[in-house]
């Protein structure tokens, strides 16, 4: 909620659920979706999950820092 206050234009989340079980996972991802949807913000969000990747509007995959996959 802090991170929404300001109104910003941009939201970044590094592995935000990274510690989490995959049910609570994929819980959180539902709620920064549904969050970024109603308060029309744009999310970055950095993941090794997988299973996230269905939920994002646009994947970037990459490696020593370069862009090697987009979806």
């Not at 920064?32 to 308060?39: D, H, P, Q, T, Y």
């Not at 029309?40 to 509007?57: I, K, M, S």
């Amino acid at each position: 909620a802090r991170a929404l206050a300001n109104r910003p234009a941009l939201l970044i989340a590094d592995e935000p659920t990274g510690q989490l079980d995959a049910e609570t996972g994929l819980a959180v991802m539902e709620l920064l979706r549904a969050v970024v949807r109603s308060e029309n913000v744009t999310a970055l969000v950095a993941t090794h999950d997988p299973q996230l990747l269905g939920l994002a509007d646009r994947v970037l995959e990459l490696s020593d820092g370069h862009i090697v996959e987009q979806a």
